[in-house]
């Protein structure tokens, strides 16, 4: 079946560390793939998204995500987390077929000081 | 502009209670959608629409109903409430051109409890 996964259910850096969140899909044809945020009682923001092109992607915030076929991925990551990163990341893929946008399960960030 | 905004943020209801939860939109979408978020599982869709007076079954869309009366509003009812139902609703927006690939614009939830 067509789907998104995310294998961290919950990922704890410290600020100021480096970050990769991990995003796997399961596609036959050319992904559309995003990530979004969505920060505690809030709901979701983009943060980017990849379409076709340049396999690195920049987003808001300070993110960027790379696309690799060869993984089946499109991991988000970013060189320094802030405390107000702290939030729960959804990757999404576009069923084109179908025509719907499939969430993964979403990872929780936390940050430690 | 507030953007995306639902009515109301929370609420308590007794199995086979009805409701009807809210969604506005400020910016000219044409396309709106309803999503339940559950742990461990993402957001899933329960019904989208692509316009005025046209609504569409997405993923979960048992014991939901909807309407689109007006361009700006989204409507989500349940008839017949079930503890199953138990979850954080989103509402979402987005313009048409591009369709699906276009990004959503989200409100910030009702959190829903069915007793």
């Known amino acids: 079946a067509q789907s998104v996964t995310q294998p961290d259910i919950h990922i704890t850096v410290s600020e100021g560390a480096s970050l990769e969140l991990r995003c796997n899909y399961s596609?036959?044809?050319?992904?559309?793939l995003f990530w979004y945020v969505q920060s505690p009682g809030q709901g979701l923001q983009l943060l980017l998204k990849?379409?076709?092109?340049?396999?690195l992607v920049q987003g808001i915030k300070g993110f960027e995500a790379e696309f690799k076929r060869s993984q089946s991925s499109f991991n988000l990551r970013k060189p320094s987390v802030h405390w107000s990163d702290a939030a729960e990341y959804f990757c999404?893929?576009?069923?084109?077929?179908?025509?719907?946008?499939?969430f993964g399960q979403g990872t929780r960030l936390t940050i430690n000081p | 502009n507030a953007g995306v905004t639902q009515t109301p943020k929370f609420r308590v209801l007794k199995t086979g209670q009805s409701m009807t939860l809210l969604c506005a939109q400020d910016?000219?979408?044409?396309?709106m959608y309803w999503y339940r978020q559950d742990p461990g599982m993402g957001l899933r869709l329960i019904h989208y629409?692509?316009?005025?007076?046209?609504?569409a079954k997405g993923e979960v869309p048992d014991g939901y109903n909807v309407s689109r009366l007006k361009k700006q509003n989204f409507l989500l009812g349940l008839e017949s409430a079930a503890p199953s139902q138990t979850s954080v609703y989103f509402c979402?927006?987005?313009?048409?051109?591009?369709?699906?690939?276009?990004?959503?614009?989200f409100g910030p939830g009702t959190r829903l409890t069915v007793l």
């Open positions: 629409s692509v316009g005025e007076g046209t609504t």
């Open positions: 979402a927006s987005s313009y048409r051109s591009g369709g699906l690939y276009n990004e959503q614009f």
């Open positions: 596609y036959g044809a050319t992904p559309y």
């Open positions: 999404a893929v576009v069923i084109q077929g179908a025509q719907k946008l499939v």
């Open positions: 990849y379409f076709s092109g340049d396999t």
């Open positions: 910016m000219n979408h044409e396309y």
